[in-house]
């Protein structure tokens, strides 16, 4: 198996945002979360949903895409 390198920086320049799933709290990715906010060019945004949002809240979880798509 090859290893995957990447050429460019994460987000290749594109505006970042991390989406933390907190409620309830998972604590194998709070780790991420820590990581993701001490990033100084990354969005850090949170929703009260569990880690599987998608499956469980997608309305939910597109709606906050949109809302960070469109700046807000």
Known sequence: MD??????????G????YIACVDPP???VASAHEWAVAQPDWRYVEIAI?????VIAPEL????LL???EGG
């Open 50 to 54: 569990g880690h599987d949002a998608m």
């Open 14 to 17: 594109r505006p970042k945002t």
């Open 3 to 12: 290893a995957l390198r990447l050429e460019n920086p994460l987000g290749n």
């Open 26 to 28: 998972f604590a194998a």
């Open 61 to 64: 979880l597109s709606a906050t």
């Open 67 to 69: 809302r960070i798509a």
